[in-house]
């Protein structure tokens, strides 16, 4: 059974940080890019982070933005989003997403193959 169950969320201070788990299991895992979506209520889903298999490649939705770090451990089929000084638009459930492919260079949430079922995230003011 393919699985991705993500872990990390909870409630935090504007300025805070969490960082999140992702756990994979039940598919090839180095074969995969692994993304970070999030999903705030009332709007869609948005990449947030990605990371490839081989090299590590990394693509942001705001490379400037320098608050979120995405990165992975083949060898534990464990992904990681380490978030720092979060502000309360950060709040959203927070996806893992697994996409076969060697890199992505733009999230698109249609294009994955398989989904975990999210973790909240709140930032207060």
């Known amino acids: 059974e393919v699985q991705l169950v993500e872990s990390g969320g909870g409630s935090v201070q504007a300025g805070g940080s969490l960082t999140l788990s992702c756990a994979a299991s039940?598919?090839?895992?180095?074969?995969?890019?692994i993304l970070w979506f999030r999903q705030a209520p009332g709007k869609e889903r948005k990449g947030v982070a990605c990371?490839?298999?081989?090299?590590?490649?990394?693509t942001y939705d705001d490379p400037r933005q320098g608050r979120f770090t995405i990165f992975r451990d083949n060898a534990k089929n464990m992904v990681y989003l380490q978030m720092n000084d979060l502000r309360p638009e950060d709040s959203a459930v927070y996806y893992c997403?697994?996409?076969?492919?060697?890199?992505?260079?733009?999230?698109?949430?249609?294009?994955?193959?398989?989904w975990g079922k999210g973790t909240l995230v709140t930032v207060s003011s």
């Open positions: 039940g598919f090839t895992f180095e074969d995969y890019v």
């Open positions: 990371i490839g298999s081989e090299h590590g490649t990394t």
């Open positions: 997403a697994a996409e076969k492919a060697l890199v992505v260079a733009t999230m698109i949430a249609s294009a994955v193959d398989y």
